[in-house]
């Protein structure tokens, strides 16, 4: 059986046999009245784990942070946040659209920061001519990368200083947390809390590296969840006999943490093996993501690289970059057989 190797997302993983039988154990109820004991278990673990009174667990990354937004903001207010930043960029516009919260964006450096400097330039005075400034939110690791602790303390106490709540947009806080915590030789829940202590807020993805089918979670202080399941219920998120998903969301903080040390491993693998290509400008991967860049000159290629990628069985993306993304359901075979394709590519247009 020739099998897919799917690098277009880490969401595309299926539970394992374990997680569906973790699903199918759990004990159910109904969370809209509070009484799933596998969403409240669920909830008291993560906000354990990461230091915060509440989590609430919702059904997508978008939701989590659309109700962090919404429960740090009112409308006129605004946030500050990075031009690549999902919340920003990738939600439609969500915090504007449904809560009339206008984002400030700010440019990226090199290293996924925002300039401290440039932060403090984008507070507005208490004015009637200017949005108030609420919220900065930033996001870790923010494509791939993983954002430097020292910076975080920074941001997050001058954002404090001049009077801002703190949100972190932590879909992968995990990957950030492993690769921070074999950088220093730590614990990786040791290191995911102390990066998610630096906020007021908090979002985790349980469906992008952790394997989990569906979800993510909201975590903040007990008034802030209060506020965000308001908003949760509003956007349609209060969800039933949810403690099916929940469960699987458990049994991969459980079980899937460590080991997404073994993906940003495969992504380093993939980029040493794409190195050398002359057509291409591999950026060193941090955690389990390894975007690629066509050359000038080779440019034009990339949707017919995309598509030669397909035909033999290896998926990725191209929207503005290539993008290959690492998780539990690709091995170092199935990495170079997608370095193999990409060389065959190359090695076939240059006939051509
Ligand atoms: C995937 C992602 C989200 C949104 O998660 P969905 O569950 O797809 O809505 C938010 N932020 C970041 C950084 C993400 O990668």
């Known amino acids: ?14 539970p394992t046999a374990a997680m569906r039988a973790a699903m199918m154990a759990a004990p159910l109820g109904d969370d809209v009245f509070g009484d799933d004991p596998s969403v409240n278990a669920l909830q008291d673990k993560i906000a354990a784990l990461l230091g915060f009174e509440a989590a609430l667990f919702v059904p997508s990354g978008t939701q989590s942070n659309l109700c962090a937004v919404l429960s740090h903001c009112q409308r006129g207010d605004e946030y500050i946040v990075g031009q690549q930043a999902h919340c920003y960029r990738w939600e439609g516009g969500g915090a504007a659209v449904l809560g009339s919260v206008q984002p ?41 990368k993983v954002l430097p602790f020292a910076y975080l303390t920074q941001a997050t106490e001058l954002a404090r200083s001049r009077g801002l709540s703190c949100h972190l ?25 102390r990066i998610a202590q630096c906020f007021d807020s908090v979002s985790v993805c349980f469906s992008k590296g952790l394997g989990a089918p569906v979800g993510s979670a909201l975590l903040g202080s007990a008034e802030l969840i209060a506020r965000a399941r308001r908003i949760r219920k509003m956007a349609g998120g209060a969800m039933r006999q949810a403690g099916l998903l929940a469960a699987a969301a ?43 860049d066509l ?35 690709v091995d170092e075979a199935g990495i170079d057989r997608a370095a193999a394709a990409v060389r065959q590519f190359f090695s076939r247009s240059v006939l051509n």
Do not use: C, W
């Not at 059986?1 to 299926?14: E, K």
């Not at 943490?257 to 941090?286: S, T």
């Not at 949707?303 to 359901?329: C, E, M, N, P, W």
């Open 1 to 14: 059986m020739s099998t897919i190797v799917d690098l277009r997302s880490d969401t595309v993983t299926q």
């Open 104 to 144: 400030q964006p700010l440019s990226h450096q090199s290293d996924g920061t925002l300039l401290l400097a440039d932060i403090e330039a984008a507070i507005k005075p208490d004015d009637p001519h200017f949005a108030r400034t609420k919220l900065l939110a930033l996001e870790n690791t923010l494509g791939g």
């Open 169 to 193: 947009d932590g879909a992968r806080l995990f990957n950030a947390a492993v690769a921070q915590a074999a950088a220093r030789d730590t614990d990786p829940l040791g290191e995911a809390k």
């Open 250 to 292: 458990s049994y991969a903080l459980d079980h899937h943490v460590p080991r997404l040390g073994q993906d940003h491993a495969l992504a380093r693998r993939l980029a040493d093996a794409l190195h050398g290509i002359p057509e291409l400008r591999v950026e060193p991967p941090r955690t389990n993501i390894l975007f690629v």
């Open 295 to 329: 050359a000038q000159e080779a440019k034009a290629r990339g949707d017919a690289l995309i598509a030669y990628l397909k035909s033999q069985g290896v998926l990725a993306t191209g929207l503005y970059r290539l993008r290959f993304v690492t998780h539990l359901d």
